[in-house]
């Protein structure tokens, strides 16, 4: 879904961001999902086609979710935390996130997903209010605001550490997938 910034009024402020970009990047899937996927912000490639996770890192993350049995059409609801590229794809500062989390917010509530799952250490920080290494926390069930929230691997991250090898974050990542795809069946 994608929105032209020049030809809407009511789009947020988004400090910044607005210098540079011309696309709002707002969600893929379906929007009636039980699982949530929430990432950092678009890259390149998700401006350019409107979609979040559709670059080099969401075609993966599609591979992980597809190779756990999670249909990729109707069963996820993708967004991400900021919705305008940052420029140089730099990580979204604190108030653009602030100035962006509303929207997710209402994203949130109209979704009612059952499952969040939170993409890296923006969306964990962003919706969890916590400072934690990825590493120590993911793969955990957490309870927030009646939902069941698992922070993963980004998977930029996982492009880089690309070791198939047992107990690195491509294998952690595998079976963290493996066990959202249990509770997503169990609701
Ligand atoms: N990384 C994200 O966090 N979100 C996207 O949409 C693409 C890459």
Redesign the pocket.
């Known amino acids: 879904m994608t929105k032209n910034i020049s030809s809407d009024k009511n789009v947020p402020k988004v400090s910044d961001l607005n210098n540079s970009i011309n696309k709002i990047?707002v969600s893929r899937g379906n929007p009636f999902a039980k699982l949530m996927i929430i990432?950092?912000?678009?890259?390149a490639?998700?401006e350019e086609i409107g979609?979040?996770?559709?670059?080099r890192?969401?075609k993966l993350l599609d591979r992980l979710l597809q190779n756990a049995g999670i249909d990729i059409n109707q069963d996820v609801y993708?967004c991400?935390v900021v919705k305008c590229r940052p420029p140089k794809n730099r990580r979204p500062t604190k108030i653009e996130i602030h100035e962006n989390l509303p929207w997710l917010y209402q994203q949130i509530k109209l979704v009612n997903p059952r499952v969040i799952v939170l993409?890296?250490a923006?969306?964990l920080e962003a919706i969890l209010k916590i400072k934690s290494r990825i590493s120590i926390i993911r793969g955990e069930w957490i309870d927030w605001e009646g939902k069941l929230v698992m922070p993963v691997f980004?998977?930029?991250y996982l492009l880089r550490n690309p070791s198939k090898e047992e107990g690195k974050p491509m294998s952690l990542t595998k079976s963290d997938f493996l066990k959202i795809k249990e509770k997503i069946d169990f609701l």
């Open positions: 990047v990432g950092e912000a678009p890259g490639k998700e979609e979040p996770f559709v670059g890192s969401g993708f991400n993409v890296g923006t969306a980004h998977p930029s």
